[in-house]
């Protein structure tokens, strides 16, 4: 077959998007010898890594980098839904539709939704990513004949949310895929950020939905400034959460970190907490959990399935249970080994090719 991919989000990494899209790259060069790829890539500032390009090259597969900023590109696709997209790619027996864009085409189209949080939580999503997202979606119905759906929470949602046709929606849970993390790296990690006390982690963008207020309330409540609180996570449109590192010396903001830094926090830390209002997959929970750390995460959407009986679950609106949950751990030894042997274990349910094989198992009937 040929199938078209549009990868332009994998520029932004750190985040859940990003990193799907670098996962699922990674899985058709590594693992696809029988068809033939056209990868679309379009941003105005950024670039591929030469080591994406360069691998795309060797399988004999074709790239097409295009300057075309997303804002542009969402105009013309979400909302004029003009210029077909086999304009820009070729004809191909599938185009496979990014998070972003949904352009018109003749081709056969498989999308992938991740979550339906503009829908959920509206209240709580940027302006322009509210509209953008339901402008795309609307188009998705009208002419996806596949639907990947990253939980069966996500498949639930865009059935009863968006009215999708249950036939056409199929769960793949995303691969994690992580580094592990040595002595040397956790040390020179807590050295680089002056990390001296055991710390709660938690990974998110700085925006209302990641729900870091309430975690921030809770841990303050419960705290005697014997643990730190570390937050990695870009800075998002919650500006007030990210002013309330100045009200104590035990919450430490971190913007950007590379992975082997994460990692070593995430195989470092006293244990792991996600709050999240909403998640259609919740990509921390699972790195956290392969990185050996006891997690505890919100009884909700796709983390309740996620973590399933290998994380400590609670109300994330209940500031009190927050508080609870993490008091629980701080004190619980044999809770905390027991959920990081649990977590390992469910870890290994989420590989790329299980999600490779599963996708191109579907295309094919379709």
């Known amino acids: ?36 790829w056209t990868f679309f890539f379009s941003s105005l500032r950024q670039n591929l890594k030469p080591q994406i390009k360069n691998t795309i090259k060797k399988k004999g597969h074709l790239l097409l980098e295009y300057r075309l900023p997303p804002s542009a590109l969402s105009f013309l696709w979400n909302s004029l839904h003009r210029m077909k997209v086999e304009k820009l790619v070729g004809r191909q027996d599938w185009f496979i539709t990014s998070d972003w864009t949904e352009p018109p085409s003749h081709m056969k189209k498989a999308t992938i939704v991740h979550d339906l949080a503009y829908l959920k939580y509206p209240e709580t999503i940027h302006e322009t990513i509210l509209q953008t997202q339901k402008q795309r979606m609307n188009w998705v119905k009208k002419g996806s004949k596949i639907i990947f759906a990253d939980s069966e929470t996500t498949k639930h949602d865009a059935i009863q949310l968006c009215g999708l046709e249950e036939k056409k929606i199929f769960v793949n849970y995303p691969g994690v895929q992580f580094p592990e993390s040595s002595a040397v790296e956790i040390t020179r ?42 937050i990695v996570g870009h800075q998002g449109w919650d500006k007030e959460t990210s002013k309330k590192q100045s009200q104590s010396k035990s919450i430490k903001f971190l913007s950007y970190i590379t992975d082997a830094e994460l990692s070593a926090l995430y195989s470092s830390c006293l244990f792991f907490m996600y709050p999240s209002l909403y998640e259609g997959f919740g990509y921390p929970i699972v790195e956290a959990m392969k990185c050996g750390a006891a997690v505890a995460t919100s009884d909700s959407s796709s983390m309740r399935e996620i973590g399933q009986d290998r994380a400590l679950l609670f109300d994330p609106k209940n500031t009190d249970e927050l508080g609870l949950s993490m008091r629980k751990l701080i004190e619980d030894v044999d809770l905390r080994n027991k959920l990081k042997k649990q977590g390992i274990m469910r870890s290994r349910d989420f590989s790329w090719k299980s999600y490779y094989d599963k996708m191109m198992g579907i295309l094919i009937k379709h």
């Open 1 to 36: 077959m040929k199938i078209g991919i549009d990868i332009s989000q994998i520029v932004y990494e750190g985040t859940g998007v990003g990193r799907f899209v670098n996962g699922l790259t990674d899985s058709i060069l590594q693992f696809d010898k029988t068809n033939q």
């Open 189 to 230: 990690t807590h050295n680089r950020f002056g990390i001296q006390k055991p710390f709660i982690l938690t990974v998110g963008k700085i925006e209302p939905r990641k729900n870091l207020k309430s975690l921030i309330d809770a841990f303050t409540q419960i705290n005697n400034h014997s643990i730190d609180l570390i």
